[in-house]
């Protein structure tokens, strides 16, 4: 499995399809938000509907998994004030 870093991917996507091949892009969506602080931070939500191997004859069993993580975004200059 490939290893996540900075500038190592272009897009939180790439990074994403990357690390779990069963994803698609329609898989994951992100925002961008501003903390009562001013500081910027990045959530990135993955969707996968997870369907169980062993389950009821005829039925198939399908969970919907869903995991956000939140990430706050560097100043792109330093602050020194």
Known sequence: MAQAQ???YQTYQD????????LTASNLS?????????NTYQSVTVTYNFTLVTGF???NITIPL???VQVRVAPTLPNFS
Do not use: F, K, V
């Open 6 to 8: 900075s500038g190592y």
């Open 15 to 22: 990074a994403a399809l990357a690390n779990a091949p069963g």
């Open 30 to 38: 992100s925002s961008s938000r501003t903390d009562a602080n001013g």
């Open 57 to 59: 004859e005829g039925a």
């Open 66 to 68: 869903t995991r956000t």
